[in-house]
T-cell receptor, first 116, second 112 residues
Framework: AQSVTQLGSHVSVSEGALVLLRCNYS??????LFWYVQYPNQGLQLLLK??????LVKGINGFEAEFKKSETSFHLTKPSAHMSDAAEYFC??????????????FGKGITLSVRP | NAGVTQTPKFQVLKTGQSMTLQCAQD?????MYWYRQDPGMGLRLIYY???????DKGEVPNGYNVSRLNKREFSLRLESAAPSQTSVYFC???????????FGDGTRLSIL
């Protein structure tokens, strides 16, 4: 069975500082990995996805994530935080090899606050 | 470009009342999902439909039923609402079940 661990529930950074949100996964096969963002009172939006091509994936709003098989990690980074990045972020994993019964498994989410 | 549309956006119910939440997608996706989101609990899958004509239980199905009416529509029914079902409900769809999901804006449901 696949799973995702997002350690901690809240990260606070200063505007202009590096953003690092951690995600570790467990999967018995090469997975697909995703990061989603949720702004207040909205649904989730896809930030970026890893689907077994390049290990460094670039997404929207200047975010990127690197798939590291040896560390079973898919951490999300952004070089310089902006106030508009304040939101909740979810990591998710899926197994593309088991067909119709495979679906995304989401982490618990982590809230990012950005201080002026 | 509507994507995933949920109705209603807000609803207040009394304990014991019934309610159907509607979800429709216009992206010709095969798979559809219902989640609930509660503070500190993340997203929890209630039911999903991998393809038209199939439905399966997720992590928290008790107290809910679903209907995949056609390829576009997937409804969630609360037969006898309980205060523990107060939550924000999200519908999502994806081309196939292992692919990224597209989410609606949610239904905020309060049960008194």
């Amino acid at each position: 069975a696949q799973s995702v661990t997002q350690l901690g529930s809240h990260v606070s950074v200063s505007e202009g500082a590096l953003v690092l949100l951690r995600c570790n996964y467990s999967s018995s096969v090469p997975p697909y990995l995703f990061w989603y963002v949720q702004y207040p009172n909205q649904g989730l939006q896809l930030l970026l996805k890893y689907t077994s091509a390049a290990t460094l994936v670039k997404g929207i709003n200047g975010f990127e994530a690197e798939f590291k098989k040896s560390e079973t990690s898919f951490h999300l980074t952004k070089p310089s935080a902006h106030m508009s990045d304040a939101a909740e972020y979810f990591c998710a994993v899926s197994d593309p090899h088991t067909g119709a019964n495979s679906k995304l498994t989401f982490g618990k989410g982590i809230t990012l606050s950005v201080r002026p | 470009n509507a994507g995933v549309t949920q109705t209603p956006k807000f609803q207040v119910l009394k304990t014991g009342q019934s309610m159907t939440l509607q979800c429709a997608q216009d992206m010709n996706h095969n798979s559809m999902y219902w989640y609930r989101q509660d503070p500190g609990m993340g997203l929890r899958l209630i039911y999903y439909s991998a393809s038209e004509g199939t439905t399966d239980k997720g992590e928290v199905p008790n107290g809910y039923n679903v209907s995949r009416l056609n390829k576009r529509e997937f409804s969630l029914r609360l037969e006898s609402a309980a205060p523990s079902q107060t939550s924000v409900y999200f519908c999502a769809s994806s081309p196939f079940s292992w692919q990224p999901q597209h989410f609606g804006d949610g239904t905020r449901l309060s049960i008194l």
